[in-house]
C-alpha cells in the first residue's frame, strides 16, 4: 500500500516542485539503491545505476500519469538501467563471462538473503521487493539491512540505536507485514 503523503509529494513532483521531488528521492534512496546492489551485486554499479534512475524519474515524472504507480514506476525504471549497468559490463568483458555471472547472481540472489516468504520465479521477487518497499522506512531498512547486507540484529541495533532484542522483535514485525501484503496480493 502506498500512503497518501508519498503521493502528494509525487503530485507535486510531477507539477515541477524541486524540492518534493528532493523529498522523494531521499524518501526512495535507501530501496531504490538495495534493489540496485542486488541486481548487480557490485556497490559502484549500483550507485551509478541509481543516479541514472534519479536522472530519468527527473525527466519523466512529468509523465507519471498515477501517482500510486510510483513504486512499479520507480522499479522499471532502476531495473532498465540495472540492466544497462549490465551489457556496459559485457561490452568491458570480450569473453562476456562477467556479464553471464551478473545475470546469474541477478536472477538467483543466495536463498539466505530472502525472507522466507519469497517466491521462486522473478514475478515473486517482484512483489516481494514490492511488499518491502511499502513498509514504513524503519521497517524497510532493517528488512533491507538484514537480507541485503547481512547484518545481524545487534548490528542494526548499533546503527537504529535500539537493541538487539528490539530490533528482532521489529524484523518479526516487518516479516509479519510482508507476509500479510504478499497474501492479500495473491487472493
Same mark, same amino acid.
Given at each position: &500500500? @502506498?500512503?497518501?503523503g508519498?503521493?502528494? *509529494?509525487v503530485?507535486r513532483a510531477?507539477?515541477?516542485? =524541486?524540492?518534493?521531488?528532493d523529498t522523494?528521492?531521499?524518501?526512495?534512496?535507501?530501496?531504490v539503491?538495495l534493489y =540496485?546492489?542486488?541486481?548487480l551485486?557490485?556497490n559502484e554499479?549500483? +550507485?551509478d545505476a541509481?543516479q541514472?534512475?534519479?536522472l530519468?524519474?527527473?525527466?519523466? /515524472?512529468?509523465?507519471l500519469?498515477d501517482?500510486m504507480?510510483i513504486n512499479p514506476w520507480?522499479r522499471?525504471? !532502476?531495473r532498465n538501467?540495472?540492466?544497462?549497468? !549490465?551489457?556496459?559490463?559485457r561490452?568491458?568483458?570480450t569473453?562476456g563471462k562477467?556479464?553471464?555471472e551478473? !545475470? %546469474?547472481?541477478?536472477?538467483e540472489?543466495?536463498r539466505? &538473503?530472502?525472507? +522466507?516468504?519469497? =517466491?521462486?520465479?522473478n514475478?515473486g521477487?517482484?512483489?516481494?521487493?514490492?511488499a /518491502?518497499?511499502s !513498509?514504513n522506512?524503519?521497517?524497510?531498512? *532493517? #528488512?533491507?539491512m538484514y537480507?541485503?547486507?547481512? &547484518?545481524s540484529?545487534a548490528? @542494526?541495533?548499533q546503527k537504529?540505536?535500539?537493541?538487539?532484542? #528490539?530490533t =528482532?522483535?521489529?524484523?518479526h514485525r516487518?516479516r509479519q507485514?510482508i507476509?500479510? @501484503?504478499l %497474501?492479500?496480493?495473491?487472493r
Open positions: &500500500m @502506498i500512503k497518501t508519498i503521493v502528494d *509529494i503530485c510531477s507539477s515541477g516542485d =524541486a524540492e518534493a521531488f522523494l528521492c531521499e524518501q526512495k534512496t535507501k530501496g539503491f =540496485a546492489k542486488w541486481m551485486n557490485n554499479d549500483a +550507485e541509481v541514472d534512475t534519479f530519468d524519474m527527473f525527466q519523466g /515524472i512529468k509523465g500519469r501517482p504507480a520507480i522499471n525504471i !532502476l538501467n540495472c540492466n544497462r549497468q !549490465l551489457l556496459k559490463r561490452s568491458m568483458d569473453s562477467a556479464y553471464e551478473a !545475470l %546469474e547472481t541477478a536472477e540472489p543466495e539466505s &538473503m530472502i525472507p +522466507e516468504t519469497a =517466491a521462486i520465479d514475478e521477487r517482484k512483489q516481494l521487493l514490492d /518491502i518497499f !513498509l522506512y524503519h521497517h524497510c531498512r *532493517i #528488512v533491507s537480507y541485503f547486507s547481512g &547484518m540484529c548490528q @542494526i541495533g537504529t540505536g535500539k537493541t538487539a532484542r #528490539v =528482532a522483535s521489529d524484523l516487518a507485514k507476509r500479510s @501484503i %497474501e492479500s496480493e495473491n
